[in-house]
């Protein structure tokens, strides 16, 4: 097991609840943000298809930041979306932002401090309200 698939599990581990609820929302979004990839870039995306696992932690984020996506990599063939508890307190909207915003990132391969015209066309296409775009 490699140390990010180890991470993957740790987290994995804590926060079940938030953990189940939040690889629903990425089945949910995927489709979509494949959808949103497409009408921006003009082609499929090859991280459509990718397997994504979800952890719910404070310890894996750097302060202020909310959630990240780590891509598959030579050690790891499945993405790593890590989100904070604290998205799940209060209504549902805001966790399922969060995770499309990161997943928005993921597809198109950028960093996370990448929010260029393309990040935007596709945040339009999703509906992402301003708020969840920084």
């Not at 991280?47 to 719910?56: H, P, Q």
Request: hydrophobic share 35%.
């Amino acid at each position: 097991m490699t140390g990010i698939s180890k991470v993957a599990d740790l987290l994995a581990a804590e926060n079940e609840e938030y953990v189940q609820q939040a690889t629903r929302c990425v089945s949910t979004l995927m489709p979509a943000i494949a959808r949103a990839y497409r009408q921006t870039i003009g082609e499929e995306s090859p991280r459509a298809t990718m397997d994504v696992r979800v952890g719910v932690s404070d310890s894996d984020l750097p302060e202020g930041k909310v959630g990240s996506f780590q891509l598959p990599n030579g050690e790891c063939d499945y993405g790593v979306l890590t989100v904070r508890p604290g998205s799940f307190n209060g209504e549902k909207v805001h966790y399922w932002w969060v995770i499309a915003h990161e997943l928005i990132h993921a597809f198109l391969g950028k960093s996370s401090e990448s929010h260029g015209a393309q990040f935007g066309v596709m945040a339009d296409a999703l509906g992402m309200p301003e708020q969840h775009r920084k």
